[in-house]
């Protein structure tokens, strides 16, 4: 999977747990909810009946608690849809990433202890080949941590290369425009891509198709859509034909 060859390129709607609500926040601030919707298993099928082929499941409780919350609603969701599921939010150990691995999750994405235990993180990506991303969210092009709570001084392309022997993923979201439905910045998206062998998957700001498109041209081999898509500022419907088969 390495450079992103044979990864073709994904639309993949957020599903962001919070309450046992789906929810969307702005700028990641746990107090500032900007969408919330009861059922997230209703969800999730919603958006397998409409067409995504993976979707992006986020524990946001987890995130800032440090600790799985919604366990028991990612793997009914795990249960009822029929598609890839990537899942992060919380995963502060190797255990609870290999329970949701042989629990059927096909991606778990990792982002604090992927900075703060590498080693630990590289022996679980070596021993799940594909099922492993790391997630290097940036505010203001330093790593952020902890439910995006504390910065870190490495780039997210420095945490990147830290994994770029091995066959895992990685998830570039930018902070400084995730929630806000503003668009995107798409020479940050370049650098990381461009920065690193490993295939990048990118979330943060995607409010309209030429969004998604300049994503795609930048190399990624996914897109994450949040907020434009509760809002109702983009239909899933309307970005599909972007994937390729």
């Known amino acids: 999977m390495r450079g992103g060859g044979g990864t073709l390129f994904r639309v993949i709607p957020a599903v962001d747990l ?15 909810v900007t969408v919330s919707v009861d059922n997230p298993v209703e969800v999730a099928e919603g958006w397998v009946r409409r067409g995504a082929r993976v979707l992006h499941v986020i524990d946001l409780d987890g995130a800032f608690e440090g600790k799985l919350r919604h366990e028991d609603v990612i793997l009914e969701i795990r249960r009822r849809v029929d598609v890839e599921i990537q899942v992060g939010g919380g995963i502060r150990s190797v255990e609870i990433a290999e329970r949701l691995i042989e629990r059927g999750i096909d991606r778990v994405i990792i982002g604090t202890l992927a900075v703060r235990d590498v080693d630990a993180v590289r022996e679980l990506a070596e021993r799940y080949p594909g099922r492993v991303m790391v997630a290097v969210d940036s505010r203001k092009d330093r790593v952020v941590v902890e439910g995006w709570k504390r910065a870190t001084e490495m780039s997210p392309v420095e ?10 993923s990685v998830l570039y979201t930018n902070v400084d425009v995730e929630g806000l439905v503003s668009g995107i910045a798409v020479e940050k998206i370049r650098e990381v891509v461009k920065g690193t062998s490993l295939p990048v998957y990118v979330a943060g700001g995607v409010t309209t198709r ?16 949040g907020s434009a898509l509760y809002m109702g500022k983009l239909r899933l419907e309307d970005v599909l034909d972007l994937e390729e088969d």
């Open 18 to 32: 919070k309450g046992g609500r789906v929810v969307r926040l702005r700028q990641g601030r746990e107090n500032e």
């Open 159 to 168: 945490v990147a290369k830290l994994y770029e022997d091995l066959e895992v």
């Open 210 to 225: 030429e969004d998604v498109e300049r994503i795609k041209d930048t190399g990624a081999v996914g897109v994450v859509i």
